[in-house]
């Protein structure tokens, strides 16, 4: 069984950061094997891809252009822990965020390549 636990979701006005943290176990899964990415779903929209980062961190990393330059994911191999930061936020980024784990140490933004999710933590940004 392998968990998935997203935290540090809320309420921010537009302009304002939050950090997200995903906290992977199971006995079955290495995390330090593993990619991870962050996606994302709107009220009435599909889920998206927002960004994913290779297993052995410090490295490859890609995000969807629409938060380039204001989102940074990241991830404490020591701590199976992945984070999202997430600065000059705007009310289109209001979504619940979900964390994703694939089996495999390359990243993805496709949501079918990855095995493993997360409950999701709400994100609302105010105007």
């Known amino acids: 069984q392998v968990q998935l636990v997203e935290s540090g979701g809320g309420l921010v006005q537009a302009g304002g950061s939050l950090r997200l943290s995903c906290a992977a176990s199971?006995?079955?899964?290495?995390?330090?094997?593993?990619?991870m990415g962050w996606f994302r779903q709107a009220p009435g929209k599909e889920r998206e891809f927002v960004a994913t980062?290779?297993?052995?961190?410090?490295?490859?990393?890609k995000y969807t252009d629409s938060v380039k330059g204001r989102f940074t994911i990241s991830r404490d191999n020591a701590k199976n822990t992945v984070y999202l930061q997430m600065n000059s936020l705007k009310p289109e980024d209001t979504a619940v965020y979900y964390c994703?784990?694939?089996?495999?140490?390359?990243?993805?933004?496709?949501?079918?390549?990855?095995?493993?999710w997360g409950q999701g933590t709400q994100v609302t940004v105010s105007s």
């Open positions: 994703a784990a694939r089996r495999t140490p390359l990243t993805s933004d496709t949501i079918a390549q990855y095995d493993y």
């Open positions: 199971g006995r079955t899964f290495t995390f330090s094997t593993s990619a």
């Open positions: 980062i290779i297993a052995w961190g410090g490295g490859t990393t």
